[in-house]
């Protein structure tokens, strides 16, 4: 979701829970008051009861053997690696008030598709999947929220879909990113909105937004021991998919002022080392909240949070005023582990995603990779997403992950993303349990990207967009010559290689017609033209040479530009083929 975008929709889900609640209020305020003549008392209604289904142990847990965390299966007693993707749905749905927006339709009443749920978790069993990961939330009227709480027509779906996974052998993680719409939970929210704790701050800061997670996620499980849930299919329940704070809202937008945590602790705002320590502190304090809280109806239950990646110390979200340190999560709460998120292609490599989360030596928490996926501006063909995403898993092994869910299985994240199921399944397949049984191994799948890290030598270059950055593997980064054509730029193999394809990504602005020359030759002979592009460019664009026959003997290639409207610069050069 666009950042703008993403923006506006949290300001609308705080304004229309804390509009619940004052309507609440107002309407209570406007009744007339009346002086009845005594009568028989009506009966009081019948109170709230606890729900009599004792829960059953949860078939995974969490364990440490020799000093390292590892999820286990308590029936077999063996290790047990979470693989799978994650399922959504999104639609357009009504907004309370008017208009419509576009959100989780998983669940929703008229929505969710019983045969459709059963044949997609079928197909990861199939495949050897393990693991569905699933939203539920959905700010339409008629999603997970009501006037009294949960919808129960929307948990109704749930607990089905629950046992369709149970079926298929495949563990469900529950996850949501905001709170339902419902006066149940607006209420408290308002208490402490919008002049100290607003947007994201109000929900997860905010020692009214801890007591309205616990209200809900006890309202959640609750709603799912009364219909008698299969909880032994439950993998985990998830404080949030990305928790996250605003620095552009109150109170961290403050120079000045005193703020109370829900640990009863008081931070200044003046101070930037205090702003810090208060947000460190109300990870933890959510965290550790909602987990006890699930503990205290489900005991054997697996607690965790989600993140997308914090902005230093490598910088990444330009402009992004989305802030959060994930150190306090993964080093001081009770989760029971830590679901982080990491795509290919962008502009962090992945030792760079490890150093800003702050998460390198963690032995006794699990980590999984909850969301990994290929967005279609990064990646040409779904080949090539396909292989990323190999590299991606297999690389991240070395930085200790335990589990890995696909971004997602079927769906396009209104046309983002490449699913799963694209081209015939090929990623699907690629990181299939039954094709690679071992994450951590390549298998039949390996098809390097050849140029990646080679030394590169060029015409000219900005000193902030180095050569070297058209050989990171990253789409987000660019070698810039800082000068009009005619540019050129080398990249050197190290060693002899069997060349089957070249992919350039173009850097440009303005858009318009360009003419390049590339050129191969082998460590001793004179260069030759092995494709030539003269089109109309723009920026992102991907220019694809792929030979009939596999050019042999090629360690040097060179990229020459004679015309441009632009400044010369390539975002990724990419070779590949076989040495």
């Given at each position: 979701m666009k950042m703008k975008r993403y923006r506006l929709f949290v300001a609308w889900v705080v304004l229309v829970l804390v509009q619940q609640a004052c309507n609440l209020i107002n309407l209570a305020a406007s009744q007339p008051t009346t002086t009845a003549t005594p009568t028989t008392a009506p009966p009081s209604p019948?109170?709230?009861?606890?729900?009599?289904f004792t829960p059953v142990e949860h078939r995974i847990g969490v364990r440490v053997v020799d000093g390292t965390g590892e999820f286990y299966d308590r029936l077999t007693g063996e290790k047990f690696i979470p693989r799978g993707a994650n399922f959504i749905r999104l639609d357009p749905q009504e907004k309370a008030g008017a208009g419509q927006v576009i959100t989780f339709s998983t669940f929703n009443p008229g929505f969710y598709n019983h045969d459709e749920a059963s044949q997609v978790l079928g197909q990861m069993h199939i495949a050897g999947y393990n693991v569905v990961r699933v939203f539920i939330e959905s700010e339409g009227v008629n999603g997970l929220g009501d006037a009294n709480g949960l919808n129960p027509a929307f948990m109704e779906n749930v607990v089905d879909f629950l046992r369709l996974a149970q079926k298929n052998g495949i563990y469900v993680i529950f996850v949501k990113q905001w709170l339902p719409i419902s006066p149940r939970y607006g209420e408290i929210i308002a208490?402490?909105?919008?002049?100290?704790?607003?947007?994201?701050?109000?929900?997860?800061?905010?020692?009214?937004?801890?007591?309205?997670?616990?209200?809900?996620?006890?309202?959640?499980?609750?709603?799912?021991?009364?219909?008698?849930?299969?909880?032994d299919a439950v993998f985990s329940y998830n404080v949030s998919n990305e928790l996250y704070f605003d620095a552009d809202q109150p109170p961290l937008s403050w120079t000045s002022g005193a703020v109370t945590l829900a640990n009863g602790k008081v931070y200044d705002m003046a101070n930037p080392q205090d702003k810090q320590r208060m947000m460190d502190d109300a990870l933890i304090i959510i965290i550790d909240a909602v987990r006890q809280t699930v503990l205290e109806l489900d005991p054997t239950a697996l607690v965790s949070v989600g993140f997308f990646a914090p902005q230093s110390p490598n910088p990444t979200r330009p402009g992004d005023a989305r802030l959060i340190r994930t150190y306090s999560a993964i080093w001081g709460s009770t989760a029971d582990y830590i679901d982080l998120h990491a795509y290919p292609g962008g502009d962090l490599t992945l030792a760079q995603h490890i150093e800003n989360y702050e998460v390198n030596g963690m032995q006794v928490k699990p980590i999984i990779l909850g969301e990994f996926g290929a967005f279609k501006s990064a990646f040409p063909s779904i080949e090539g997403a396909a292989q990323a995403l190999v590299d991606w898993q297999v690389e991240s092994c070395r930085y200790g992950f335990d589990g890995w869910l696909l971004w997602t299985w079927d769906d396009d994240t209104n046309g983002e993303v490449i699913p799963g199921t694209a081209s015939g399944g090929l990623i699907n397949d690629a990181l299939s349990p039954v094709n690679r049984p071992d994450p951590c191994d390549y298998g039949s799948w390996e098809r390097k990207n050849l140029a990646q890290g080679a030394n590169v030598q060029a015409s000219n270059w900005l000193p902030d967009q180095p050569m070297q950055n058209a050989v990171d593997g990253l789409a987000g980064t660019q070698w810039g010559a800082g000068a009009g054509a005619p540019q050129w730029i080398e990249i050197d193999l190290g060693t002899p290689a069997k060349v089957s394809e070249i992919r350039l990504l173009v850097a440009q602005y303005p858009e318009g017609n360009t003419i390049h020359f590339l050129k191969v030759r082998s460590a001793v002979n004179p260069f030759i033209e092995?494709?030539?592009f003269e089109q109309v460019t723009r920026d992102g664009d991907w220019l694809i040479f792929k030979p009939q026959f596999p050019l042999e003997n090629v360690q040097i290639l060179r990229l020459e530009t004679a015309a441009s409207p632009s400044w010369v610069a390539w975002k990724e050069i990419q070779v590949y083929g076989e040495k």
């Open positions: 019948a109170p709230v009861t606890e729900p009599s208490r402490q909105c919008c002049d100290t704790f607003n947007f994201a701050n109000a929900i997860y800061l905010s020692p009214a937004g801890v007591e309205a997670h616990r209200l809900f996620f006890k309202d959640l499980v609750q709603a799912l021991l009364q219909r008698q849930a299969p909880l092995a494709a030539r």
